[in-house]
Protein backbone atom coordinates (compact mmCIF):
# COMPACT_ATOMS: atom_id res chain seq x y z
CA UNK A 1 0.00 0.00 0.00
CA UNK A 2 1.20 3.35 -1.00
CA UNK A 3 2.00 5.43 2.76
CA UNK A 4 3.84 8.26 1.34
CA UNK A 5 2.41 11.15 2.33
CA UNK A 6 2.85 13.16 -1.50
CA UNK A 7 0.76 10.67 -3.20
CA UNK A 8 0.16 12.59 -6.29
CA UNK A 9 0.90 11.68 -9.93
CA UNK A 10 1.22 13.29 -13.12
CA UNK A 11 -0.25 11.61 -16.40
CA UNK A 12 0.54 13.15 -19.63
CA UNK A 13 -2.16 12.56 -22.07
CA UNK A 14 -6.18 12.25 -21.41
CA UNK A 15 -6.73 9.43 -24.15
CA UNK A 16 -8.16 5.90 -23.52
CA UNK A 17 -5.00 4.77 -21.07
CA UNK A 18 -4.59 8.35 -19.52
CA UNK A 19 -8.49 8.26 -18.67
CA UNK A 20 -8.65 4.90 -17.20
CA UNK A 21 -5.43 5.21 -15.24
CA UNK A 22 -6.60 8.21 -13.86
CA UNK A 23 -10.07 6.77 -12.56
CA UNK A 24 -8.72 3.70 -10.98
CA UNK A 25 -5.59 5.36 -8.97
CA UNK A 26 -7.96 8.59 -8.01
CA UNK A 27 -10.53 5.92 -6.65
CA UNK A 28 -7.49 4.32 -5.16
CA UNK A 29 -6.64 7.95 -3.14
CA UNK A 30 -3.92 9.42 -5.27
CA UNK A 31 -3.98 13.19 -6.34
CA UNK A 32 -3.93 12.88 -10.05
CA UNK A 33 -3.56 15.57 -12.99
CA UNK A 34 -4.03 14.72 -16.13
CA UNK A 35 -2.65 16.74 -19.25
CA UNK A 36 -4.24 16.51 -22.69
CA UNK A 37 -2.75 18.30 -25.63
CA UNK A 38 -6.67 18.45 -27.04
CA UNK A 39 -9.38 20.47 -26.24
CA UNK A 40 -12.26 18.83 -24.17
CA UNK A 41 -14.09 16.38 -26.65
CA UNK A 42 -17.19 17.03 -24.51
CA UNK A 43 -17.18 20.79 -24.95
CA UNK A 44 -15.68 20.75 -28.63
CA UNK A 45 -16.51 17.04 -29.85
CA UNK A 46 -13.81 14.55 -30.42
CA UNK A 47 -10.97 15.62 -32.89
CA UNK A 48 -9.74 11.55 -32.96
CA UNK A 49 -9.71 11.79 -36.71
CA UNK A 50 -8.15 7.56 -37.33
CA UNK A 51 -10.06 4.43 -36.13
CA UNK A 52 -13.10 5.75 -35.55
CA UNK A 53 -14.38 2.07 -33.85
CA UNK A 54 -12.33 -0.17 -32.03
CA UNK A 55 -11.99 -3.75 -31.41
CA UNK A 56 -12.97 -4.24 -27.38
CA UNK A 57 -11.84 -8.19 -26.07
CA UNK A 58 -12.78 -9.92 -23.11
CA UNK A 59 -9.29 -8.50 -21.91
CA UNK A 60 -10.07 -4.46 -22.30
CA UNK A 61 -13.65 -5.19 -20.81
CA UNK A 62 -12.29 -6.90 -17.58
CA UNK A 63 -9.96 -3.97 -17.29
CA UNK A 64 -12.92 -1.80 -18.01
CA UNK A 65 -14.68 -3.24 -15.05
CA UNK A 66 -12.26 -2.50 -12.53
CA UNK A 67 -13.06 1.04 -13.08
CA UNK A 68 -17.19 0.15 -12.94
CA UNK A 69 -16.81 1.59 -16.92
CA UNK A 70 -17.84 -1.61 -18.41
CA UNK A 71 -21.64 -0.83 -18.34
CA UNK A 72 -21.50 2.96 -19.67
CA UNK A 73 -19.03 1.46 -22.36
CA UNK A 74 -21.33 -1.73 -23.12
CA UNK A 75 -24.26 0.31 -23.33
CA UNK A 76 -22.92 1.59 -26.61
CA UNK A 77 -20.91 -1.45 -28.21
CA UNK A 78 -21.63 -3.79 -30.90
CA UNK A 79 -21.61 -7.56 -30.51
CA UNK A 80 -19.27 -9.01 -33.30
CA UNK A 81 -19.95 -12.56 -32.91
CA UNK A 82 -17.34 -13.47 -36.07
CA UNK A 83 -15.29 -12.72 -39.15
CA UNK A 84 -18.05 -12.30 -42.47
CA UNK A 85 -15.54 -13.20 -44.87
CA UNK A 86 -16.60 -11.47 -48.65
CA UNK A 87 -14.96 -13.55 -51.55
CA UNK A 88 -14.05 -11.89 -54.68
CA UNK A 89 -17.14 -13.40 -56.27
CA UNK A 90 -19.59 -11.95 -53.54
CA UNK A 91 -20.51 -14.74 -51.64
CA UNK A 92 -19.36 -14.42 -47.93
CA UNK A 93 -19.33 -16.32 -44.85
CA UNK A 94 -19.48 -15.84 -41.37
CA UNK A 95 -16.65 -17.64 -39.52
CA UNK A 96 -17.39 -17.09 -35.51
CA UNK A 97 -14.72 -16.90 -32.87
CA UNK A 98 -16.36 -19.25 -30.71
CA UNK A 99 -18.86 -21.66 -30.55
CA UNK A 100 -21.65 -19.40 -29.47
CA UNK A 101 -22.01 -15.76 -28.25
CA UNK A 102 -20.20 -16.55 -24.76
CA UNK A 103 -17.13 -15.69 -27.02
CA UNK A 104 -17.41 -13.02 -28.97
CA UNK A 105 -15.76 -9.23 -29.43
CA UNK A 106 -17.43 -5.99 -30.04
CA UNK A 107 -17.20 -2.80 -31.65
CA UNK A 108 -17.04 0.37 -29.55
CA UNK A 109 -16.89 4.13 -30.31
CA UNK A 110 -13.06 5.57 -29.86
CA UNK A 111 -14.35 8.81 -29.25
CA UNK A 112 -17.62 7.66 -27.34
CA UNK A 113 -15.04 5.61 -25.42
CA UNK A 114 -13.05 8.52 -24.21
CA UNK A 115 -15.77 10.67 -23.11
CA UNK A 116 -17.06 7.88 -20.94
CA UNK A 117 -13.65 7.48 -19.15
CA UNK A 118 -12.96 10.95 -19.00
CA UNK A 119 -16.55 11.71 -16.76
CA UNK A 120 -15.34 9.30 -14.90
CA UNK A 121 -12.01 10.08 -14.20
CA UNK A 122 -13.11 13.34 -13.08
CA UNK A 123 -16.13 11.77 -10.90
CA UNK A 124 -13.54 10.36 -8.93
CA UNK A 125 -11.25 13.37 -8.42
CA UNK A 126 -9.04 13.52 -10.93
CA UNK A 127 -7.85 16.83 -12.39
CA UNK A 128 -8.24 17.08 -16.24
CA UNK A 129 -6.05 19.72 -18.12
CA UNK A 130 -6.85 20.26 -21.44
CA UNK A 131 -5.24 21.93 -24.48
CA UNK A 132 -1.97 21.28 -22.33
CA UNK A 133 0.81 19.61 -24.91
CA UNK A 134 3.90 18.71 -23.52
CA UNK A 135 6.63 19.63 -25.10
CA UNK A 136 9.66 19.42 -22.62
CA UNK A 137 10.86 17.82 -19.07
CA UNK A 138 14.00 19.32 -17.09
CA UNK A 139 14.35 15.90 -14.66
CA UNK A 140 17.27 17.71 -12.62
CA UNK A 141 14.63 20.50 -11.20
CA UNK A 142 11.30 18.10 -12.04
CA UNK A 143 9.33 20.72 -14.29
CA UNK A 144 7.16 19.93 -17.26
CA UNK A 145 6.83 22.35 -19.76
CA UNK A 146 3.39 22.74 -21.36
CA UNK A 147 2.18 24.43 -23.95
CA UNK A 148 -1.47 25.68 -25.23
CA UNK A 149 -1.47 25.58 -29.18
CA UNK A 150 -4.57 28.01 -28.87
CA UNK A 151 -2.74 30.74 -27.43
CA UNK A 152 0.54 30.01 -27.69
CA UNK A 153 1.05 30.04 -23.62
CA UNK A 154 3.75 27.93 -22.32
CA UNK A 155 2.89 26.33 -19.00
CA UNK A 156 5.41 25.30 -16.17
CA UNK A 157 4.45 22.61 -13.56
CA UNK A 158 5.87 20.94 -11.29
CA UNK A 159 5.89 17.05 -10.47
CA UNK A 160 6.49 14.28 -8.39
CA UNK A 161 6.32 11.60 -10.82
CA UNK A 162 5.18 11.75 -14.40
CA UNK A 163 3.85 8.70 -16.42
CA UNK A 164 3.28 8.73 -20.35
CA UNK A 165 -0.03 7.77 -21.57
CA UNK A 166 0.32 10.27 -24.56
CA UNK A 167 0.31 7.52 -27.65
CA UNK A 168 2.53 6.45 -30.28
CA UNK A 169 4.21 9.65 -31.04
CA UNK A 170 4.39 10.60 -26.62
CA UNK A 171 6.60 13.65 -25.43
CA UNK A 172 7.63 12.67 -22.17
CA UNK A 173 9.19 9.13 -24.25
CA UNK A 174 11.45 11.77 -26.01
CA UNK A 175 11.91 13.66 -22.99
CA UNK A 176 13.21 10.40 -21.30
CA UNK A 177 14.89 9.23 -24.31
CA UNK A 178 17.18 12.69 -23.85
CA UNK A 179 17.76 12.02 -20.13
CA UNK A 180 18.61 8.14 -20.57
CA UNK A 181 18.28 6.11 -23.41
CA UNK A 182 15.70 4.01 -24.01
CA UNK A 183 16.66 1.50 -26.14
CA UNK A 184 14.17 2.93 -28.93
CA UNK A 185 13.55 1.51 -32.15
CA UNK A 186 10.24 1.79 -34.63
CA UNK A 187 9.74 -1.07 -37.76
CA UNK A 188 7.41 0.41 -39.59
CA UNK A 189 5.07 -1.55 -41.91
CA UNK A 190 5.41 -1.26 -45.35
CA UNK A 191 1.62 -0.73 -45.40
CA UNK A 192 -0.68 2.22 -44.71
CA UNK A 193 -4.42 2.42 -44.09
CA UNK A 194 -7.25 4.77 -45.41
CA UNK A 195 -10.63 5.35 -43.32
CA UNK A 196 -14.07 4.97 -45.60
CA UNK A 197 -17.42 5.00 -44.61
CA UNK A 198 -20.52 2.85 -44.68
CA UNK A 199 -23.37 5.40 -43.76
CA UNK A 200 -27.12 3.59 -42.78
CA UNK A 201 -29.62 2.28 -45.51
CA UNK A 202 -32.21 5.11 -46.24
CA UNK A 203 -34.60 3.35 -43.50
CA UNK A 204 -32.38 3.86 -40.99
CA UNK A 205 -30.88 0.31 -40.45
CA UNK A 206 -27.42 -1.34 -40.89
CA UNK A 207 -26.46 -1.69 -44.63
CA UNK A 208 -24.88 -5.19 -44.05
CA UNK A 209 -24.60 -8.01 -41.14
CA UNK A 210 -24.20 -5.80 -37.94
CA UNK A 211 -22.80 -8.41 -35.64
CA UNK A 212 -19.77 -9.13 -37.51
CA UNK A 213 -16.19 -7.59 -37.93
CA UNK A 214 -16.49 -7.92 -41.98
CA UNK A 215 -13.11 -8.74 -44.17
CA UNK A 216 -13.12 -8.58 -47.77
CA UNK A 217 -8.88 -10.53 -47.95
CA UNK A 218 -7.78 -9.91 -51.12
CA UNK A 219 -3.97 -11.66 -50.75
CA UNK A 220 -1.32 -8.60 -50.07
CA UNK A 221 -4.13 -5.87 -49.25
CA UNK A 222 -7.79 -6.02 -47.44
CA UNK A 223 -10.82 -4.02 -46.39
CA UNK A 224 -12.57 -4.30 -43.03
CA UNK A 225 -15.43 -2.95 -41.75
CA UNK A 226 -16.78 -2.45 -38.17
CA UNK A 227 -20.23 -1.71 -36.79
CA UNK A 228 -20.92 1.51 -35.09
CA UNK A 229 -24.17 1.74 -32.92
CA UNK A 230 -25.35 4.88 -35.20
CA UNK A 231 -25.76 2.40 -37.93
CA UNK A 232 -22.84 3.00 -39.80
CA UNK A 233 -19.68 1.24 -40.86
CA UNK A 234 -15.59 2.44 -40.64
CA UNK A 235 -14.17 0.84 -43.32
CA UNK A 236 -10.51 0.59 -43.43
CA UNK A 237 -8.66 -0.19 -46.64
CA UNK A 238 -5.36 -1.71 -46.15
CA UNK A 239 -2.22 -1.26 -49.14
CA UNK A 240 0.88 -1.61 -49.39
CA UNK A 241 2.86 1.04 -49.54
CA UNK A 242 4.60 0.17 -52.74
CA UNK A 243 3.74 -1.94 -55.95
CA UNK A 244 0.37 -2.79 -57.70
CA UNK A 245 -1.98 -1.85 -56.31
CA UNK A 246 -0.67 0.14 -53.70
CA UNK A 247 -0.92 3.53 -52.24
CA UNK A 248 1.63 4.77 -54.93
CA UNK A 249 -0.62 3.61 -57.73
CA UNK A 250 -3.96 4.01 -55.94
CA UNK A 251 -3.87 7.87 -55.17
CA UNK A 252 -7.14 9.72 -56.74
CA UNK A 253 -10.49 9.10 -55.56
CA UNK A 254 -10.78 7.70 -59.29
CA UNK A 255 -8.17 5.19 -58.84
CA UNK A 256 -10.00 4.16 -55.30
CA UNK A 257 -13.59 3.69 -57.30
CA UNK A 258 -11.50 1.78 -59.90
CA UNK A 259 -10.10 -0.94 -57.19
CA UNK A 260 -13.10 -1.05 -55.42
CA UNK A 261 -14.79 -1.96 -59.08
CA UNK A 262 -12.67 -4.72 -59.56
CA UNK A 263 -12.06 -6.05 -56.10
CA UNK A 264 -14.48 -5.07 -53.38
CA UNK A 265 -17.33 -4.45 -56.10
CA UNK A 266 -20.17 -5.54 -53.28
CA UNK A 267 -18.86 -2.93 -50.62
CA UNK A 268 -18.80 -0.20 -53.61
CA UNK A 269 -22.00 0.39 -53.34
CA UNK A 270 -22.39 0.65 -49.83
CA UNK A 271 -19.97 3.53 -49.51
CA UNK A 272 -21.50 6.62 -51.51
CA UNK A 273 -19.21 8.93 -50.61
CA UNK A 274 -16.33 7.36 -51.13
CA UNK A 275 -14.79 10.22 -53.27
CA UNK A 276 -14.97 12.33 -50.49
CA UNK A 277 -13.79 10.42 -48.42
CA UNK A 278 -10.54 9.08 -50.12
CA UNK A 279 -10.33 13.13 -50.17
CA UNK A 280 -10.78 13.76 -46.82
CA UNK A 281 -8.66 10.83 -45.16
CA UNK A 282 -4.54 10.78 -45.27
CA UNK A 283 -3.46 7.51 -45.39
CA UNK A 284 -2.04 6.45 -41.93
CA UNK A 285 1.13 4.87 -40.98
CA UNK A 286 1.44 1.81 -39.00
CA UNK A 287 4.25 1.08 -37.29
CA UNK A 288 5.62 -1.58 -34.09
CA UNK A 289 7.41 0.62 -31.33
CA UNK A 290 10.23 -1.75 -29.14
CA UNK A 291 11.41 0.02 -25.93
CA UNK A 292 14.60 -1.90 -23.60
CA UNK A 293 13.41 0.56 -20.80
CA UNK A 294 10.35 1.30 -20.16
CA UNK A 295 10.87 3.74 -16.65
CA UNK A 296 13.61 6.04 -15.53
CA UNK A 297 13.81 5.08 -11.75
CA UNK A 298 10.86 6.19 -9.87
CA UNK A 299 10.45 9.79 -12.24
CA UNK A 300 8.76 8.80 -15.05
CA UNK A 301 7.03 5.63 -16.49
CA UNK A 302 5.49 4.90 -19.92
CA UNK A 303 2.56 2.81 -20.55
CA UNK A 304 -0.21 1.92 -23.61
CA UNK A 305 1.05 3.20 -27.02
CA UNK A 306 3.73 5.14 -25.76
CA UNK A 307 5.08 1.77 -24.61
CA UNK A 308 4.22 -0.21 -27.36
CA UNK A 309 2.26 0.72 -30.10
CA UNK A 310 1.69 -2.19 -32.34
CA UNK A 311 0.09 -2.90 -36.09
CA UNK A 312 -4.27 -3.03 -35.31
CA UNK A 313 -4.31 -6.45 -37.00
CA UNK A 314 -5.25 -8.47 -33.80
CA UNK A 315 -7.00 -5.54 -32.71
CA UNK A 316 -5.02 -5.65 -29.28
CA UNK A 317 -3.10 -2.12 -29.06
CA UNK A 318 -6.09 -0.66 -26.46
CA UNK A 319 -7.02 -3.86 -25.02
CA UNK A 320 -3.39 -4.26 -24.00
CA UNK A 321 -3.33 -0.34 -22.65
CA UNK A 322 -6.47 -0.73 -20.53
CA UNK A 323 -4.13 -3.84 -18.93
CA UNK A 324 -1.69 -1.81 -18.93
CA UNK A 325 -3.51 0.79 -16.30
CA UNK A 326 -5.04 -1.98 -14.18
CA UNK A 327 -1.38 -3.43 -13.57
CA UNK A 328 0.26 -0.10 -13.13
CA UNK A 329 -2.74 1.09 -10.41
CA UNK A 330 -1.97 -2.82 -8.82
CA UNK A 331 1.95 -1.95 -8.85
CA UNK A 332 1.73 1.63 -7.13
CA UNK A 333 -0.85 0.19 -4.57
CA UNK A 334 1.39 -2.78 -3.46
CA UNK A 335 4.73 -0.53 -3.06
CA UNK A 336 5.68 2.91 -1.22
CA UNK A 337 8.69 3.58 -3.59
CA UNK A 338 7.44 4.02 -7.42
CA UNK A 339 11.01 3.04 -8.69
CA UNK A 340 10.01 -0.77 -7.41
CA UNK A 341 6.31 -0.10 -8.26
CA UNK A 342 7.40 1.24 -11.96
CA UNK A 343 9.99 -1.63 -12.09
CA UNK A 344 7.76 -4.44 -11.03
CA UNK A 345 5.24 -3.16 -13.65
CA UNK A 346 7.68 -3.76 -16.68
CA UNK A 347 8.32 -6.42 -15.99
CA UNK A 348 4.81 -7.76 -15.36
CA UNK A 349 4.20 -6.28 -18.63
CA UNK A 350 6.88 -6.06 -21.43
CA UNK A 351 6.65 -9.64 -22.06
CA UNK A 352 2.73 -9.79 -22.78
CA UNK A 353 3.35 -6.46 -24.62
CA UNK A 354 5.97 -8.18 -26.82
CA UNK A 355 3.80 -11.19 -27.31
CA UNK A 356 0.66 -9.51 -28.41
CA UNK A 357 3.10 -7.46 -30.96
CA UNK A 358 4.06 -10.18 -32.83
CA UNK A 359 0.66 -11.61 -32.71
CA UNK A 360 -0.72 -8.48 -34.12
CA UNK A 361 1.83 -8.76 -37.20
CA UNK A 362 1.28 -12.56 -37.54
CA UNK A 363 -2.57 -12.03 -37.79
CA UNK A 364 -2.53 -9.53 -40.94
CA UNK A 365 -1.30 -12.29 -42.80
CA UNK A 366 -4.10 -14.92 -41.48
CA UNK A 367 -6.57 -12.19 -42.37
CA UNK A 368 -5.72 -10.45 -45.84
CA UNK A 369 -4.14 -13.99 -47.19
CA UNK A 370 -5.49 -16.90 -45.48
CA UNK A 371 -9.03 -16.23 -44.06
CA UNK A 372 -10.54 -17.19 -47.44
CA UNK A 373 -8.05 -20.21 -48.25
CA UNK A 374 -10.19 -23.41 -48.21
CA UNK A 375 -7.48 -25.47 -46.60
CA UNK A 376 -7.23 -23.18 -44.00
CA UNK A 377 -11.11 -23.19 -43.12
CA UNK A 378 -11.03 -26.97 -42.40
CA UNK A 379 -7.72 -26.81 -40.25
CA UNK A 380 -10.29 -23.90 -38.51
CA UNK A 381 -13.34 -26.84 -38.28
CA UNK A 382 -11.09 -29.08 -37.40
CA UNK A 383 -9.67 -27.50 -34.34
CA UNK A 384 -13.12 -26.38 -33.41
CA UNK A 385 -14.43 -30.12 -33.40
P1 LIG B 1 -3.89 7.19 -27.52
O1 LIG B 1 -5.25 6.65 -27.63
O2 LIG B 1 -3.15 7.56 -28.76
O3 LIG B 1 -3.98 8.47 -26.56
C1 LIG B 1 -2.88 9.36 -26.40
C2 LIG B 1 -3.42 10.68 -25.86
O4 LIG B 1 -2.31 11.53 -25.56
C3 LIG B 1 -4.27 11.43 -26.89
O5 LIG B 1 -5.42 11.94 -26.26
C4 LIG B 1 -3.35 12.55 -27.37
O6 LIG B 1 -4.05 13.69 -27.79
C5 LIG B 1 -2.53 12.82 -26.11
N1 LIG B 1 -1.22 13.40 -26.39
C6 LIG B 1 -0.36 13.10 -27.41
N2 LIG B 1 0.75 13.84 -27.33
C7 LIG B 1 0.61 14.63 -26.23
C8 LIG B 1 1.42 15.64 -25.63
N3 LIG B 1 2.62 15.98 -26.14
N4 LIG B 1 0.98 16.26 -24.51
C9 LIG B 1 -0.25 15.92 -23.97
N5 LIG B 1 -1.07 15.00 -24.53
C10 LIG B 1 -0.65 14.36 -25.63
N6 LIG B 1 -6.80 -1.32 -30.52
C11 LIG B 1 -7.68 -2.24 -30.10
O7 LIG B 1 -7.60 -2.72 -28.96
N7 LIG B 1 -8.68 -2.69 -30.94
C12 LIG B 1 -8.80 -2.24 -32.23
O8 LIG B 1 -9.69 -2.67 -32.96
C13 LIG B 1 -7.86 -1.29 -32.69
N8 LIG B 1 -7.95 -0.82 -33.96
C14 LIG B 1 -7.05 0.10 -34.39
C15 LIG B 1 -7.13 0.55 -35.71
C16 LIG B 1 -6.22 1.46 -36.19
C17 LIG B 1 -6.30 1.90 -37.64
C18 LIG B 1 -5.21 1.97 -35.33
C19 LIG B 1 -4.22 2.98 -35.83
C20 LIG B 1 -5.13 1.55 -34.01
C21 LIG B 1 -6.04 0.60 -33.53
N9 LIG B 1 -5.98 0.11 -32.21
C22 LIG B 1 -6.85 -0.83 -31.79
C23 LIG B 1 -4.93 0.58 -31.28
C24 LIG B 1 -5.45 1.65 -30.34
O9 LIG B 1 -5.93 2.74 -31.09
C25 LIG B 1 -4.34 2.12 -29.41
O10 LIG B 1 -3.61 1.02 -28.92
C26 LIG B 1 -4.89 2.94 -28.24
O11 LIG B 1 -5.49 4.11 -28.72
C27 LIG B 1 -3.77 3.26 -27.26
O12 LIG B 1 -4.26 4.10 -26.25
P2 LIG B 1 -3.32 5.17 -25.58
O13 LIG B 1 -4.14 5.85 -24.55
O14 LIG B 1 -2.04 4.53 -25.18
O15 LIG B 1 -2.94 6.20 -26.74
Not at 265 to 292: F, S, V
Request: proline content about 5%; some cysteine.
Amino acid sequence: MNTSNDNSLTIVGAGLAGALLATLLARRGWTIDVYEKRGDPRVKGYEGGRSINLALAERGLNALRQADADGPVMAQAVMMRGRMVHFLDGQSQLQRYGRDDSEVIWSVHRGDLNITLLDLAERAGAKLHFDRRLESVDFEVRTARFRDDRTDQPHEIGFRALVGADGAGSALRAAMNRRSGLGERTEFLDHSYKELEIPPAPDGSFRIEPNALHIWPRGHYMCIALPNDEKTFTVTLFLPNEGDPSFATVKTAADARALFERDFADALPLIPQLDEDWQRNPPGTLATLYLDRWHLGGDAVLLGDAAHAMVPFHGQGMNCAFEDCVALARKLEASDDLAAAFAAFEADRKPNAAAIQQMALENYLEMRDRVDDPDFLLQRELERA
